[in-house]
């Protein structure tokens, strides 16, 4: 019995150590990811290591998403709670999507992945995983009148947005990718606001999450994705205005349609 509570004090205090660390990268993101491009797509660059090819790369480094969660969530406290399995829902949609069916859209023009990136991906992936799904499956106490709290159902209204506009743009941007051509000015719905309203949807869903979870772990994660895709969306839109000097419209923001 000491020993089983010497474990659980063990994850509690591990779990509390990777929250904090999870907050203080989110906000440490913002600087680097400001400065450095981050070498794949149509920033790729020599220096990065061996490549191999996006469909594999995007595969594995998504991965952990779901093998993870497969291992975590049923040793959680509260893995037969109904509303935890509920909050599962969303975040397995997500990442079946990006892990099994985003790798399968990938068009064969598009840039090969440095085995570096990927694999720093592939860290995050993991231990994100692990906050995420330890908490809405053991730490988290959702009773059953959590589904129907306002913090939950703006949340999945949220999120639900967020993955329309995430699913929608990244499609569209995948359909202007052909072999020996180059990239091109994404037109119609978002695009005429924003460069990146796949960046843009993909922050909106993990507010989403962090609404419907509720939790310092949703909005680690909620952060962390807008540090990180807040500056590259800046950087692609720097580049589309380098690329197309004279086409590309002027009124078009990176991220957030009238704002930024
Ligand atoms: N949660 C997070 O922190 C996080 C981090 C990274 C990515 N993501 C998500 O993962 C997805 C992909 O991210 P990404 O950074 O690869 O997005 P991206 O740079 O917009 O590229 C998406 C795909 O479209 C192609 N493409 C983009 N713009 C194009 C254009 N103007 N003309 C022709 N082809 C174009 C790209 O080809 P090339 O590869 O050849 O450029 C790539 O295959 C997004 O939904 C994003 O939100 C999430």
Request: net charge positive.
């Amino acid at each position: 019995m000491a020993e089983l509570d010497g474990h659980i004090a063990m994850d509690k205090n591990l779990y509390n150590r990777a929250l904090k660390a999870m907050l203080a990268m989110a906000v440490a993101t913002f600087i680097p990811t400001s400065f450095i491009k981050v070498p794949y797509g149509r920033h790729s660059r020599p220096g990065w290591g061996p490549s191999i090819s996006p469909r594999l790369a995007w595969f594995l480094m998504e991965s952990p998403t779901l093998w993870m969660s497969a291992l975590l969530f049923p040793h959680g406290r509260m893995s037969s709670n109904p509303t935890s399995l509920i909050l599962l829902m969303p975040f397995l949609a997500h990442y079946i999507h990006r892990c099994c069916i985003y790798p399968l859209r990938i068009r064969s023009g598009s840039k090969p992945l440095p085995i570096s990136i990927a694999a720093m991906a592939f860290l995050f992936n993991t231990y994100n995983t692990y906050l995420q799904i330890r908490w809405i499956s053991h730490y988290g106490n959702y009773t059953a009148g959590w589904l129907g709290s306002p913090m939950f159902i703006a949340g999945l209204l949220v999120f639900i947005t967020g993955m329309i506009i995430n699913l929608w743009a990244d499609s569209v941007l995948l359909s202007l990718r052909r072999e020996n051509e180059g990239y091109k000015i994404p037109r119609g719905g978002l695009f005429e606001y924003v460069s990146c309203p796949n960046y843009f949807g993909e922050i909106v869903e993990w507010l989403g999450w962090a609404l419907m979870t509720w939790s310092l772990a949703g909005l680690s994660f909620f952060l962390y994705t807008a540090a990180n895709l807040g500056p590259r969306a800046a950087v692609h839109h720097d580049w589309y205005h380098e690329q197309f000097p004279e086409r590309y419209p002027k009124s078009r923001k990176a991220l957030i349609p009238f704002v930024y």
